[in-house]
């Protein structure tokens, strides 16, 4: 009864009148392998004798499709009295005459499995078509109790992206913001409810020095204009004058006793006196840095959505309140996880963890001999605010592997503290470097710059092919597109934790695996269906049997696998799980247009290409979303 009417209507056609056993992590109104799995757990549960809940899990998806599409690893079902081969041959003989698989075929200890492509047509296509956008996705991972709708979802906090006011968007920036971007809608996707925070870098005694800099080089219309290079030229301005300064009084060191009056009179005395104000909550001062905070939020925004990302929350360092502040610094006290050392406060892990690994996290300060606190100490009380305002299931921190030590100190201070459950709640994911990020105007400074950069070269790639040119409506809107797929996907090519280099004439090429390959199968998708231009219903009442041709099942078979491809995902974590499989998905699509022709074709049989082609799209479209970029109807 759960399953929808035209499901059991199919299963009973495809004389499956039983109603499909229910097993955990079993699907088969969103997952049509799922029926796949199920259906063969029944087979093997009385061919094996081994116990269903050991069979289901055991039935995995394989990464070609000459191993079949589903493979059984013999020594999974942990059947000890004989050898693999000889129980695959007991199997076999066993098997039974089955509507929706082969018979298995052995090689070496595992099973595989090739299903009947004519019922897997049947059963996958009208599923893509009928649920669309929501082909893949699968609400059910995020609930609270997925037997009990009533008590929700599970809460995830994903923090990515995190930029420094006044300072350079750099490459972990950018590569924090596509992955963060793609981790938080891989969750959504999965049902969890999502919080986006954005973990900007705008308190400290910089922003002392910042609001000295703005009285001697601001400019009110500069800033308004464009305030994030502003502040940026302003900052790098007053940071030389500091550093002259600097050299000067080292100078003077050698030649005046005392010089302590010109200490107190320099920059860097200011600076900390006015943060200091800061603190205190000087209204002027305040006002001055919230300023400068909004306009570049304000520009953060714009850019963001250039790349098809919004925050639910603008945090940040100076969101961090003296409060929580004390109240962690107290417990550190009170637990004698921190110790004094030279008028600072520190802790030395030696003293806590024992081994290599505590000799590994060093002695890191958290409170300065000023009594200033620091970047991880501000972490901690963050953390420990977000559980308060979000009481979240779990956290993500989207942040470069060179913070790898910062992470792992915050988070075994976390667990000292006693949180042990808060400790297993959080993750890190960590990503390798970009090496060689600069563009034809040198090294870049800001993300704005990149995107730039690349949509002019891609502007002048798509400039060569003159006719289709033309027929595009807003080329510089493609170009801008095309030019932040470009980046996107060279940065989600390789496994998170590689370094890669920026490279960009091989990022904006149309040959090999780039950004603008796979807009380019899917535009092509889209004009087919423009020119096939078929109504809906006769799509969705296609003649599926019709699918014969081997490119076509192939075809089938790879687009049956796009939910096992997101479920892995989940465990995996790598937005490259999801691109290696649309290039593969588009590859076989792009060798398959020969041989399946629209135009020209029976009606018929037009409209069964047609509804194949429909159901690529679909799963090339959210693929393509779920990385966070842009699928372009036209190029
Ligand atoms: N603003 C920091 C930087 O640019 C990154 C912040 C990472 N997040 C965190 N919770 N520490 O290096």
Not at 208 to 228: H, R, S, T, V, W
């Amino acid at each position: 009864a759960a399953n929808p009417s035209w499901l059991a209507d199919k299963l009973t056609s495809l004389s499956l009148a039983e109603p499909l056993p229910k097993y955990p992590n079993c699907y088969p109104e969103i997952n049509t392998v799922d029926i796949y799995r199920s259906h063969l757990t029944a087979i093997l549960t009385e061919v094996t004798g081994v116990d269903s809940s050991i069979i289901y899990p055991a039935l995995q998806w394989t990464q070609t499709l000459e191993k079949g599409d589903l493979v059984l690893p013999i020594p999974a079902l942990r059947v000890m009295r004989k050898k693999p081969d000889q129980l695959a041959a007991e199997w076999l003989e066993k098997f039974p005459e089955s509507p929706l698989v082969h018979k298995p075929t052995v090689t070496g200890t595992f099973l595989q499995f090739f299903f009947k492509v004519d019922k897997l047509a049947q059963l996958l296509i009208p599923s893509i078509l009928t649920r669309g956008k929501l082909f893949g996705q699968n609400k059910d991972m995020g609930m609270k109790d997925p037997g009990d709708p009533s008590k929700g979802q599970k809460r995830m906090i994903v923090e990515f992206s995190s930029p420094n006011i006044a300072k350079p968007f750099h490459a972990g920036h950018l590569r924090s913001t596509i992955i963060g971007g793609f981790l938080a809608n891989l969750y959504e996707g999965a049902g969890w409810d999502v919080t986006r925070i954005n973990y900007l870098g705008d308190w400290g005694k910089q922003y002392g020095l910042l609001a000295l800099g703005f009285k001697k080089y601001g400019n009110e219309e500069a800033l308004q204009a464009d305030p994030i290079n502003h502040l940026f030229k302003i900052y790098v301005s007053i940071s030389k004058d500091l550093a002259d300064e600097k050299a000067e009084m080292a100078t003077l060191k050698e030649k005046v006793e005392d010089y302590s009056h010109i200490e107190k009179d320099g920059l860097d005395e200011q600076a900390r006196r006015y943060f200091k104000a800061m603190t205190d909550g000087d209204k002027e001062a305040l006002a001055q840095w919230a300023r400068f905070r909004e306009l570049s939020i304000k520009r953060y925004k714009e850019t963001y959505a250039r790349l098809n990302i919004h925050y639910d929350v603008y945090s940040g360092e100076s969101q961090v309140t003296e409060e929580s502040m004390a109240k962690s610094a107290a417990r550190l006290e009170e637990m004698k996880i921190c110790e004094e050392s030279e008028g600072a406060v520190l802790i030395d892990f030696t003293k806590h963890v024992p081994g290599k690994i505590g000799k590994s996290l060093e002695r890191p300060l958290i409170k300065k001999r000023d009594g200033t606190a620091l970047y991880l100490t501000r972490d901690i009380s963050e953390m420990l605010q977000r559980v308060e305002k979000y009481n979240f299931d779990h956290m993500i921190y989207v942040v470069a592997s060179q913070q790898d030590l910062h992470l792992k100190q915050l988070f075994k201070i976390i667990e000292l503290m006693g949180y042990e459950d808060l400790a297993k709640k959080i993750q890190h994911i960590n990503f390798g470097m970009v090496l060689g990020m600069s563009t034809r105007r040198g090294t870049v400074k800001f993300l704005d710059d990149i995107l730039r950069d690349v949509a002019e070269k891609m502007h002048e790639v798509m400039q060569k092919n003159e006719n289709k040119y033309e027929q595009i409506e807003d080329p510089l809107a493609t170009a801008d597109i095309l030019g932040i797929s470009s980046v996107m996907v060279q940065d989600m090519s390789g496994k998170r934790i590689n370094n890669y280099h920026f490279d960009m004439d091989a990022m904006t090429s149309f040959e090999g695996d780039t950004g603008p390959y796979l807009q380019y199968a899917h535009a092509r998708l889209c004009s087919i269906t423009r020119k096939a231009a078929l109504a809906p219903e006769e799509i969705a009442t296609a003649d599926l049997s019709l699918l014969t041709e081997t490119h076509a099942l192939d075809l089938i078979r790879v687009i049956s696998q796009y939910p096992d491809v997101v479920q892995n995902t989940l465990k995996t974590l790598e937005p490259t799980t999801v691109l290696t499989y649309l290039f593969k998905m588009t590859h076989t699509l792009s060798s398959s247009y020969d041989h399946l022709r629209i135009v020209g074709s029976e009606e018929e049989l037009m409209k069964a290409r047609m509804a194949l082609y429909d159901a690529a799209r679909i799963v090339l479209n959210n693929g393509m979303r779920l990385l966070g970029l842009s699928p372009v109807e036209r190029m």
